[in-house]
């Protein structure tokens, strides 16, 4: 069965800590991995799609990576705007995606 | 662009109401989705629409019908909802068709209220 484990659950930082969300994850033949961030009563906004282990991809203080097994974001520096709940999702069929339970992230002033 | 607008933002209804949700978008995507979510839980899948066609049905309750009148709108018809329904109602689309198009784009959302 397709699975996809969020840790930590929650994770608080103060600005400028720097920090990485983890996203392990079990898929029969991966589509693609999917990182959102989400605000409170928003819809998720797209971050990154990463398709095969070893991609890389950038946006401001985020980073996001990808092994056979897990996805790191890798958050440099952040300031409190940075504060939400950040999903991961894998795409395993078509049009599917299994979702982890969410960080959430809070950065403190 | 990669804007998918929903209305309204807030809904309230009684059980006994018949309600509409809408969703739009203009970025030319042939796959539609809508999600229900709860308080701290993930997106969960209702329905998938690819090329208007219905694709995907998550076993969802008949109380909620979906409609796809052209690629570029999505609705989803209330009826006789109960207040477990209350939730936060999520449309996404996909570009479809290409490989590495799968990427879905959410909405801002609905939150209806059953009262």
């Not at chain 2, 739009?24 to 090329?51: C, D, I, N, T």
């Amino acid at each position: 069965e397709d699975q996809v484990t969020q840790s930590p659950e929650a994770l608080r930082l103060q600005e400028g800590e720097s920090s990485s969300l983890n996203c392990s994850y079990t898929v029969s033949g991966l589509r693609g991995l999917f990182w959102y961030r989400q605000d409170p009563g928003k819809g998720p906004e797209f971050l990154f799609t990463l398709y095969s282990a070893g991609e890389e991809k950038e946006k401001e203080r985020l980073k996001a990576t990808l092994t056979k097994k897990e996805s790191f974001l890798h958050i440099t520096a952040p300031k409190p705007e940075d504060s939400a709940t950040y999903l991961c999702a894998v795409q395993a069929g078509a049009q599917k995606l299994v979702f982890g339970q969410g960080t959430r992230l809070t950065i403190n002033p | 662009d990669t804007e998918v607008t929903q209305t309204p933002k807030h809904l309230v209804m009684g059980m006994t109401n018949k309600k509409s949700l809408k969703c739009e978008q203009h970025m030319g995507h042939r796959a539609m989705y809508w999600y229900k979510q709860k308080a701290k839980k993930p997106p969960e899948l209702m329905f998938v629409y690819s090329y208007e066609k219905l694709s995907i049905n998550e076993s969802v309750p008949s109380r909620f019908s979906p409609e796809c009148p052209n690629s570029s709108l999505l609705n989803l018809h209330l009826h006789a909802l109960q207040p477990e329904d209350s939730a936060l109602y999520l449309c996404a689309s996909s570009q479809e068709g290409q490989p590495n198009t799968d990427t879905q784009y959410f909405g801002p959302g609905t939150r209806l209220t059953v009262l």
